[in-house]
């Protein structure tokens, strides 16, 4: 008799501080698993995972959805180190697919040398392509990098940052070409020449950095992929699904395309009462209103009603104008808020899970914690700290078997969410060829 189980997606066991009973929706993936288990594995094999990202999570109670994607995660060292064993047997899977028959990696971060907390990221990063057996250079986009340089962190690790050198189709650096370029930059500033034409493998493609990419593109595929979800499970696909639209010519400082702000948020707001008077929801609906590509937790507002969109004031509109690297926001997304009931510590803040995957593989998660936010405000804003997770045991499968609040069957509903979002900017990958 075949193994219904076998070859099942790796979903973490985790521990928690959270408790108390799983609800409906995450009742019904459970029961699901094995479908669920199978309609990834087909889509999986249609349109492949990118090679890495991060999702971040909120989770109403009545809802669990995303409400960000993230192709260039920065924060694998908010994982434990527990966690590690599994990123690095994902990450060889991934790197097997791209270059079966090479050792070498040239990695290429975010051009930071100030901000320890990310290049703590990068030596993680690191630490786990070597542990797959891949040789790592780390090739600086820094334009005024000149030599090879040492930056020394606070964990004790170091990283040398290697200008990148273009000989004919390929770069690398001194004495070093590469199978091909691991990115974690995520190219707010625009696509480096430097990398343009380049017959070795980009991973994640250029084309998916925040100099073309949008989240409103992202969210329209998400659309489909929760449509077809819900379809699968005779799901509503609302319950893991936020409402979205965007407005594409806005300028804060101007004041112009406050109309299109105002008549979009109406539209919104409406929306998602009809849904809380459909389930019983007795609370009041809110947007979340972004930059359209990437902002590093810049240019976030929360709004309620039309008004908040017609009277920021000039301190408001500065602060919305502007995302990462001072780039001008010029198109939005407005999406539907979800609150976060979940909390961790004592006094209670307020905590969003952040699931990290490679490749098609659930790898790990944290909390983003704010102690100074609410459930219905962005907590990714200054102030907001980490908490990392640990493995209870690694497991395939969550346990069925054990009560309904077991921290592993909660975390089997987050990793399957989060795939849906990455299936969704697989779908982006493949729509940008």
């Known amino acids: 008799m075949n193994d219904p189980f076998q070859g099942l997606s790796s979903v973490p066991h985790l521990t928690t501080a959270l408790t108390g009973p799983l609800l409906r929706l995450e009742t019904q993936l459970l029961q699901a698993q094995v479908t669920i288990e199978r309609w990834f594995r087909d889509h999986w094999r249609v349109t492949p995972a990118p090679i890495y990202a991060s999702v971040d999570l909120r989770n109403a109670g009545f809802k669990l959805a995303p409400v960000d994607t993230n192709l260039f995660p920065g924060g694998f060292n908010n994982l434990g180190d527990r966690f590690l064993p599994l990123c690095v047997q994902a990450m060889q899977t991934a790197i097997e697919h791209v270059c079966p028959n090479s050792s070498d990696v040239l990695l290429v971060p975010e051009s930071h040398t100030r901000n320890l907390f990310y290049l703590e990221n990068v030596a993680v990063l690191r630490r786990i392509l070597e542990s797959a057996g891949y040789t790592v250079r780390i090739g600086s986009l820094l334009p005024d990098l000149a030599e090879a340089q040492t930056l020394s962190l606070p964990s004790g690790a170091s990283l040398r940052l290697e200008p990148i050198e273009r000989r004919g189709d390929k770069v690398g650096v001194a004495g070093f070409t590469p199978c091909f370029v691991l990115l974690n930059n995520d190219l707010s500033s625009g696509r480096p020449a430097v990398l343009e034409g380049i017959s070795q493998p980009v991973l994640p493609p250029m084309a998916l950095g925040w100099a073309q990419r949008r989240k409103s593109e992202h969210f329209r595929h998400y659309r489909d992929v929760a449509r077809e979800f819900g379809e699968l499970l005779d799901l509503d696909p609302w319950f893991i699904d936020p409402y979205f639209r965007q407005c594409g010519e806005v300028n804060f400082l101007a004041r112009t395309g406050e109309e299109c702000l105002a008549s979009n948020l109406e539209v919104l707001l409406s929306s998602i009462r009809k849904k809380y008077d459909e389930y019983g929801i007795d ?76 490749n098609h593989h659930v790898v790990g998660g944290f909390y983003r914690v704010h102690t100074q936010r609410g459930a219905d405000e962005n907590l990714n804003a200054p102030g907001a700290h980490f908490e990392p997770l640990a493995f209870v045991e690694p497991c395939n499968t969550p346990d069925c078997e054990q009560a309904p609040d077991a921290a592993p069957n909660r975390f089997y509903a987050y990793g399957v969410v989060a795939r849906l979002a990455l299936l969704a900017a697989a779908r982006e990958v493949a729509a940008h060829g």
């Open 283 to 358: 609370r009041e609906p809110f947007v979340i209103i972004k930059a359209d590509s990437g902002s590093y937790g810049m240019g976030v507002m929360t709004a309620r009603s039309v008004d908040d969109v017609r009277d920021l004031n000039r301190k408001e509109r500065k602060r919305m104008a502007a995302s990462k690297e001072g780039q001008a926001v010029s198109e939005v997304i407005m999406q539907e808020g979800v609150y976060s009931l979940e909390t961790v510590g004592e006094p209670p803040a307020v905590a969003e899970p952040v699931v990290y995957m490679i």
